[in-house]
């Protein structure tokens, strides 16, 4: 299927190009797309299945929104008002006559009269009251929405084509946040409120700052940021000083995206309140929840939707700043209540707004317009590892399969590990294969016995070709067979067919790569069915320990140490690089696999030193404090292909 994309790219400093650039990172990999920014190529339309158009309500969407009514196709509505479009169009154009005809088209006799006035001078555009977009949605094959009130908002406009609702991608970026506080010249104890995106008076910022004076009597140290282009209608500036706020309230301007996201990054509560609002979906807030800060939200529109959870709710009223004041003051006088909400949002981000999950909807919705059928919206994800029903699979059956005393010993040091390994991992069916890489026989049989495969595979690190046919009796006198394959997992092809396992397991494997992780993965990947499953565990090079030790003078990695050979002359593979959880995400996110589960955990059943005072000094300093276990456990679904073979953060 071949697609144009309509949209403004970046640098156009509009919200939606890098909406569009971060969502045509994952839907080219999906679709066939040729992008159309602007007019300097010819388009035509008879080269492409489907044309889908990026509108929003600003100038620079021009040429999108006209192509659109020129080549009807699939309208992406960021909000549901459009008149600051239309004015672009014809009043700034000069062209009274068409202002007037889409006055009269979309509101009738009244809006028309009205228009005349505009027209006189004797009032301004009326641009909250007559949305504008009745000759778009006409024109329309379908619709695409980021939320239920945007859905509702063109039902009741009178649309009556398909609609797919597909949540805005939120980006979790890697920012040094002390660097940017640095930079704002602020030490990591000094709270930083802010404000994001183009300053007009609709973000509530006379309201904030009204609210953030009143702070300052309670904390003299706060301050706030304004981060965007400044409006010419709205004099901010001359506000902050009739407020004699200037010592504490800095007006940073428009910055490269990559700044922008650090400023956020940098604060410790972000203001995004927005009234009246046209059913926009905030850009400034996905990234806010994706790099987990504290967040205020008008309780209206789109916003109203989010889980209370993530965020705090201000309704807009008479009591509108009160309420400002009152959140500023229990998220700064409480840091640790503003933490609890940064992580849940972050979580939320992870889980509810990937950007590949978007990018899949999109290319569904697309399809079943392409081949004429009725699409239906997903459901909400459930058929995760964790809405399975968990294997219950007791340490003691486990350590029933030890075969030796040092077996023995080994199982109840890690029986934790292997516990929650079992318990992440789907469970399968008779006609479903599992194969377990680096078997040891130690969860092995449990695999079939208790998770339900019908074929169970071991793999091992061997010459190509070999085959070990291994038999195991429990103390119960069960018996469990199982084939172990030989092979080089960094260079040999796997020997199993495209698509042969409903499920993978590498645990405590990659850690010991010399070389090429990713031609594991990518073999992974191959040998998976579409929608399979991986299970990887390793441990943790940024756990509460990790950081522990390189603080004070020590080695972080769990298992540094070289091995010394053993009288045979054979030595055991060491670890050569350890994970963190982030980087066991991008892991899998290259590999081909959306994130299903990322948990940390204890890694051996040992006694380990007491660890409170790393995460008193990494909460002093607003460093993220989850995923701090000994052990990293996640699982990833396969959904697309292998994205990158070599990642730049892996291979240099």
């Not at 290319?363 to 317009?369: K, N």
Request: glycine share 8%; with cysteine; charged share 25%.
């Amino acid at each position: 299927m071949r697609v144009a994309f309509f949209s403004p790219m970046p640098p156009s400093p509009s919200g939606i190009a890098d909406y569009s650039q971060a969502l045509l990172e994952h839907l080219k990999r999906l679709v066939e797309i040729e992008v159309f920014s602007d007019a300097s190529r010819a388009f035509h339309r008879e080269e492409f299945d489907l044309a889908l158009y990026q509108v929003g309500n600003n100038p620079h969407h021009a040429f999108t929104y006209e192509t659109a009514l020129q080549h009807p196709g699939v309208v992406v509505m960021h909000e549901s008002n459009l008149h600051h479009l239309i004015a672009d169009l014809t009043i700034r154009r000069g062209d009274w006559n068409a202002y007037l005809q889409e006055a009269e088209f979309n509101g009738g006799r009244q809006a028309l009269e009205y228009a005349q006035r505009v027209k006189a001078l004797e009032v301004g555009p009326d641009y909250e009251g007559l949305p504008m977009t009745r000759r778009l949605l006409e024109s329309s094959e379908a619709l695409i929405v980021h939320s239920r009130f945007m859905q509702e908002e063109m039902r009741s406009a009178g649309f009556e084509g398909p609609i797919a609702r597909i949540p805005h991608g939120a980006w979790i970026p890697d920012i040094d946040r002390q660097a940017y506080r640095e930079r704002l010249g602020l030490d990591e104890t000094t709270p930083l409120v802010g404000i994001f995106g183009f300053l007009k008076s609709y973000k509530r910022i006379a309201e904030s700052l009204r609210a953030f004076r009143r702070l300052l009597r309670v904390e003299p140290r706060a301050k706030m940021i304004l981060v965007g282009e400044r409006h010419p209608d709205f004099p901010v500036d001359s506000l902050i000083r009739t407020m004699d706020l200037g010592a504490h309230v800095r007006v940073v301007g428009f910055t490269p995206i990559e700044d922008f996201s650090g400023f956020v990054a940098a604060c410790d509560i972000v203001l995004n309140l927005r009234y009246p609002t046209v059913g926009e979906t905030s850009g400034s807030l996905l990234r806010a929840l994706g790099l987990g800060r504290a967040v205020l939200v008008s309780d209206v529109g789109a916003f109203h939707e989010l889980p209370d959870s993530i965020c705090l709710k201000v309704p807009v009223g008479a009591a509108e700043e009160d309420l400002i004041f009152e959140y500023l003051n229990l998220l700064v006088s409480r840091p640790e209540v503003a933490r609890e909400f940064g992580a849940r949002a972050r979580a939320y981000a992870e889980r509810e707004a990937e950007w590949d999950t978007a990018a899949c909807r999109y290319a569904s919705f697309l399809h079943a317009l392409a081949e004429g059928r009725e699409w239906e919206e997903p459901l909400e994800q459930t058929d995760g590892p964790e809405a399975e029903q968990a294997a219950t699979v007791e340490p003691e059956y486990v350590a029933g399969w030890a075969a030796n005393a040092s077996a023995k010993q080994y199982v109840e040091t890690h029986k934790s590990r292997l516990g929650r390994t079992l318990e992440i991992t789907p469970p399968g069916g008779p006609e479903d294969r599992i194969l377990e890489m680096g078997a040891y026989l130690q969860i092995t049989p449990a695999l079939r016995t208790r998770l339900g495969y019908g074929t169970v595979r071991g793999s091992y690190y061997g010459p190509a070709g070999r085959i070990d046919r291994r038999t195991a009796v429990s103390q119960d006198g069960e018996t469990f067979y199982c084939e172990i394959d030989h092979f080089d997992a960094e260079k040999d092809r796997f020997p199993y067919d495209d698509g042969y396992f409903a499920t993978v397991l590498c645990c405590e494997l990659i850690e010991h790569l010399f070389s090429d992780p990713m031609h594991m993965m990518s073999e992974v990947h191959r040998i998976l069915k579409p929608g399979g499953h991986l299970v990887l565990t390793t441990p943790n090079i940024a756990a509460l320990r990790a950081v522990s030790a390189i603080l004070q003078g020590f080695h972080p990695g769990f298992f540094h140490a070289y091995i010394r050979p053993s009288d045979e002359g054979e030595t055991d593979a060491r670890h050569n690089r350890e994970y963190t959880p982030g980087e066991v995400h991008k892991l899998l996110e290259n590999s081909g696999f959306s994130i299903e589960l990322l948990e940390t955990g204890p890694f051996r059943d040992e006694p380990a030193p007491e660890h409170a005072w790393v995460r008193h000094l990494l909460e002093r300093y607003s460093l993220d404090t989850t995923l701090r276990g000994d052990g990293i456990y996640a699982v990833g679904r396969k959904t697309g292909g292998v994205r990158e073979r070599y990642p730049g953060w892996l291979y240099s």
